[in-house]
């Protein structure tokens, strides 16, 4: 079946204008998680959806982050006055059941939008 | 705040050489996964460890969760080509679903 897909692949911003990113995870994943890769560096948490329901938003960088999920569908994750330092691949991942041990918790990754800001 | 460490940070291995990663984290897990990413892709999923001192085996690579559920690694067997990447684990604590991802180690298979 189809994997997890983001949109756009590519964003080149001026600093300061609003970009929103689109998520479409893997039908019937119940859990949906938003990363920042920086070049050459790790995962950084941002977010994480449960349903709709975000029980977790500590690593939403500033008050300039938000995303939204519509029901166990299709998340926005959008940045509002994007900044340089916002630029970096953002990586949408989703899941059957989290934390329900085994096959369950594979999170399974979209292949990212790439954010420049200029 | 929970931060996991992996080590070393890069590794340059000659074909059919062994290589391992560590991952430390400051605290006590639930659960730790490992990924890999190729350059140019997104990561995927290799394997999930629950238990206390949890070994698994894929073929040519070997999952080991410590005993204090602190810690965890990757051995690669014979390295080929095929495996150059970068290898991340991912830990999370108890109660959280929030998932911390390892510094990463970078791995370079030459031929």
């Known amino acids: 079946g189809a994997g997890v897909s983001q949109s756009p692949s590519n964003k080149v911003t001026e600093k300061g204008k609003d970009v929103e990113l689109r998520c479409d995870p893997i039908?019937?994943?119940?859990?949906l998680y938003w990363y920042r890769q920086r070049l050459g560096q790790g995962l950084e948490f941002l977010i994480y959806?449960?349903?709709?329901?975000?029980?977790?938003k500590s690593g939403l960088p500033s008050d300039r982050f938000s995303a939204e999920r519509t029901g166990e569908s299709v998340s926005t994750l959008t940045i509002q006055r994007t900044q340089q330092e916002d630029s970096a691949v953002y990586l949408c991942?989703?899941?059957?059941?989290?934390?329900?041990?085994?096959?369950?918790?594979?999170?399974?990754f979209g292949p990212g939008t790439r954010l420049t800001v200029l | 705040g929970q931060q996991v460490m992996q080590i070393p940070q890069y590794q340059h291995v000659q074909e059919g050489e062994d290589f391992t990663t560590y991952c430390n984290s400051s605290t006590t897990l639930s659960n730790i996964q490992w990924y890999k990413q190729r350059p140019g892709g997104h990561p995927v999923f290799l394997i999930q460890?629950?238990?206390?001192?949890e070994v698994k085996k894929q073929k040519r690579l070997t999952f080991q969760f410590g005993e204090a559920k602190k810690n965890s690694s990757l051995h690669i067997t014979a390295t080929q080509t095929t495996d150059v990447g970068t290898y991340f684990c991912?830990?999370?604590?108890?109660?959280?679903?929030?998932?911390?991802f390892g510094t990463g180690t970078r791995l370079k298979v030459l031929a």
């Open positions: 991942a989703s899941s059957l059941f989290p934390l329900a041990g085994g096959s369950w918790d594979t999170q399974y």
């Open positions: 460890l629950v238990k206390s001192g």
């Open positions: 039908s019937g994943h119940t859990a």
């Open positions: 991912a830990g999370t604590t108890s109660g959280t679903y929030k998932y911390i």
């Open positions: 959806f449960q349903g709709n329901s975000a029980p977790d």
